[in-house]
């Protein structure tokens, strides 16, 4: 079935980097644009970045810009995203997403990965 | 781009119908017909329930539906069950690749 499975979350300090992973199956991921999505503990859902389908291009929210870079790996079927210069507003899960042909909407998610920026 | 607005809470008992909705501005929800609704039992992955305001995914029920008039969307759940309690959330498309989402709202079947 389709399916998305995020990792690579984890416990990081302020200024650090890490990367996250989406593995995708059950569906033709190099035909998909993918997103990422985070929510912070008790806060609503955010729009973090969006790659093509080819990853010719790239675009993230002002909040990560500079900061965080998608990527994706179309023939091992993995999307990523690379966090850089932590901060604790950073702390959230992360969902990817698959972008729904056309409709400029997110039609299957994974179940996220936690990252928390601490000290 | 701030955040669409949404109540925090809603609730109804089983059978019952219940709107929530998503207020934004003309520069989101009013300026285009991009409106998604998302159902999220917290711990699973988000399940798309509503797209292009009042589109609904093969397997949605018909028990759910959207509409949008001015710069607010909502989303209507008719007989409501038991499963139905989770947290729903709005987005909107603004153009340009860039999305925004509503805070939430918790559903609480009574």
Redesign the interface.
């Known amino acids: 079935q389709v399916q998305l499975v995020e990792s690579g979350g984890g416990v990081v300090q302020p200024g650090r980097s890490l990367r996250l992973s989406c593995a995708a199956s059950g569906f033709s991921f190099s035909g998909h644009g993918m997103h990422w999505v985070r929510q912070a503990p008790g806060k609503g859902l955010q729009w973090v970045a969006i790659i093509w389908y080819d990853g010719s291009q790239k675009y993230y929210s002002d909040s990560v810009k500079g900061r965080f870079t998608v990527s994706r790996d179309n023939s091992n079927n993995t999307l990523y995203l690379q966090l850089s210069s932590l901060t604790a507003e950073d702390t959230a899960v992360y969902y990817c997403a698959r972008d729904m042909k056309g409709r400029l909407t997110f039609d299957v998610w994974g179940q996220g990965t936690m990252v928390t920026v601490s000290s | 781009?701030s955040?669409l607005t949404?109540p925090p809470s809603a609730s109804g008992s089983p059978g019952q119908s219940v709107t929530i909705s998503c207020t934004g501005t003309s520069s989101d929800v009013g300026g285009?017909n991009?409106v998604?609704w998302?159902q999220h039992h917290p711990?699973?992955?988000?399940?798309?329930m509503i797209?292009?305001v009042s589109k609904r995914?093969s397997g949605v029920p018909d028990r759910f539906s959207g509409s949008k008039s001015g710069n607010t969307a909502s989303l209507t759940v008719s007989g409501l069950q038991a499963e139905d309690e989770a947290d729903y959330?709005c987005?909107s498309?603004v153009g340009?690749?860039?999305?925004?989402?509503?805070?939430?709202t918790k559903l609480t079947v009574l």
């Open positions: 781009q955040a949404q285009y991009y998604s998302y711990g699973k992955a988000p399940k798309l797209y292009e995914p959330y987005s498309n340009a690749n860039n999305w925004v989402f509503g805070g939430g």
